[in-house]
């Protein structure tokens, strides 16, 4: 992945729920190839928030999306980054410069869109996993062992791999009858949200 065809996004994002829904929304607002992956990445500057960033399969794709990300008018303030431009508030398209350096140098991220992730929904073995999609391994929370392929994860419609050096990685947890399912749940409850 080169810093030529990832754009950073940041809208000042507050969660990982807005997060996605920003993502998949910009997805289908600006058509994006199935080969193409959007990630979220933590900015820490200034309030912390999530920015992202839209990996994209070739240059001319990037330039279009470009193209379309500068010239629609957004509902709020947006920075933008892809290579050396920038548009927006300097703090934002700042953001979104750190989304894209995550993303390409780091090989780091939360991925919400990726090549495949579609078609996983319900429950599905780990090989089939591997195979239909861009995930490059699964590992077992805690203990880092890799499932057997035969193992069934219960997606629930909700896989969030994480980009680890560069290689998307899904950990997975054991749930009650021996099947796994993704670390990330889809509707987290809120810390104190009993009190």
Do not use: K, Q
């Not at 309030?47 to 001319?60: E, F, I, K, N, Q």
């Not at 919400?112 to 996983?120: K, Q, R, T, W």
């Not at 193992?151 to 909700?158: L, Y």
């Amino acid at each position: 992945m080169t810093a030529a065809t990832v754009i950073g996004v940041d809208a000042a994002t507050p969660g990982l729920r807005d997060a996605d829904h920003l993502a998949r929304a910009l997805a289908n607002e600006l058509g994006l190839p199935d080969t193409a992956s959007v990630g979220t990445h933590a900015v820490r500057a200034g309030r912390p928030h999530l920015a992202l960033s839209l990996a994209l399969p070739d240059a001319d794709t990037a330039d279009g999306v470009w193209r379309a990300l500068t010239g629609r008018a957004a509902p709020g303030p947006v920075g933008l980054a892809y290579g050396e431009r920038r548009h927006g508030p300097a703090g934002l398209s700042g953001g979104a410069a750190h989304a894209v350096a995550e993303r390409t140098v780091h090989g780091a991220g939360r991925a919400v869109l990726f090549p495949g992730a579609d078609g996983l929904t319900g429950t599905v073995g780990v090989a089939e996993l591997l195979a239909a999609s861009a995930v490059d391994e699964v590992v077992l929370l805690g203990a880092g062992d890799r499932p057997s392929g035969e193992r069934r994860i219960m997606t629930r419609d909700h896989l969030r791999p994480e980009w680890r050096e560069g290689r998307l990685v899904l950990t997975v947890m054991e749930a009650v009858g021996g099947v796994l399912v993704p670390f990330e749940v889809p509707d987290p409850t809120p810390c104190c949200a009993d009190h």
